[in-house]
């Protein structure tokens, strides 16, 4: 399996990541001294790619970066992530950035900003999709304009390619939206945020309400408990999470998004794409960071052949 290269599109935000760990998170109005500081590369369309590749995909990414040193150096990245770069466009203007903080426990608190990826348009989305062959899953979020998402997942799927919306950071779907996504994957708190009275992920009854509601696959990631899913029948399975000491909970839900789209675009079943994203997911926790916490190529390679050999 890890000589399959399935080829993937994301479409989706790119960001500039600035961490800070800290022992206390300031209340308003206070300062407090953190411990240690970071930048990194994030985004979650960027994430879910640089997944994707670790785990041997064909990655191309759309997206719209500004003019400034940030845009500059996520191309770079890119590039030496062995993503393909070509659909990315350049506007006047800054690019994304996403302040996070991080507590001892490995909980974090993100504030997005959007910057250049607002700038997309839907018409590069459609373009873009319309213009490579063989695309086995796009993969979208909501860190850029619903149109664009809506835009590109349609030409996906008129290609026969599989669509997978990423509903996060929480915002309330457009039906369009819905409506284009053969499979929508929330974590904990994006799954209360859609659900109609509120609820969380509790119980197998509770999830298949909101999947049937939504009427497409369904999977929502449950931090240490794993995740779940619904086959083909509508019943909810369930997949757990290796055991760890997590240290930085940041980017683990991209992980097993770009873990998943792999799988899927892979042949792997849906059981075994979900235990490669858990699987993928719990190893990033164990690391501080966002994209330099994912498993190299190498480790990612070890932790694909865990789930197929099984």
């Known amino acids: 399996m890890a000589k399959i290269q399935p080829r993937i599109m994301v479409v989706g935000s790119t960001m500039i990541d600035m961490i800070t760990y800290s022992k206390k998170i300031p209340n308003a109005g206070e300062t407090v001294i953190g411990d240690t500081f970071a930048l990194g590369f994030g985004g979650k369309g960027a994430n879910q790619a640089v997944m994707a590749r670790r785990l041997g995909a064909t990655v191309f990414m759309v997206n719209t970066l500004g003019d400034d040193v940030f845009g500059d150096t996520t191309v770079k990245n890119f590039e030496s992530q062995g993503i393909d770069t070509s659909l990315i466009k350049r506007v006047s203007g800054a690019s994304g950035v996403a302040p996070i903080w991080v507590e001892p426990s490995g909980a974090n608190r993100i504030i997005c900003v959007p910057g250049a990826n607002n700038a997309m348009t839907p018409q590069q989305a459609q373009s873009a999709v319309e213009g490579l062959a063989d695309i086995k899953v796009v993969i979208g979020q909501l860190e850029i304009p619903q149109e664009v998402t809506i835009a590109a997942f349609s030409a996906a799927q008129k290609r ?6 990423n509903p996060a950071p929480f915002a309330p779907l457009d039906p369009r939206l819905i409506e284009v996504s053969d499979w929508i994957i ?11 009275r509120g609820l969380h992920p509790d119980s197998d009854s509770i999830i298949k309400e909101l999947s049937d509601q939504l009427g497409c696959r369904f999977a929502v990631t449950l931090g240490e408990n794993g995740a779940a899913y619904s086959d083909r029948s509508g019943t909810i399975s369930r997949v757990s999470a290796p055991r760890v000491k997590a240290i930085d909970t940041t980017g683990a839900g991209d992980a097993f998004v770009g873990a998943f789209a792999y799988g899927l675009a ?40 865990q789930v197929t050999k099984s």
Do not use: K, W
């Not at 026969?160 to 919306?165: H, S, V, Y």
């Open 160 to 165: 026969g390619a599989t669509t997978i919306l």
């Open 186 to 196: 929330p974590n904990e708190t994006e799954f209360s945020g859609m659900h109609p």
């Open 266 to 305: 892979a042949g792997l079943s849906d059981q075994e794409a979900a235990e490669l994203g858990c699987i993928c997911a719990s190893d990033s926790v164990t690391r501080l960071g966002t994209q330099s916490s994912y498993p190299t190529s190498d480790q990612a390679r070890t932790l694909l052949a």
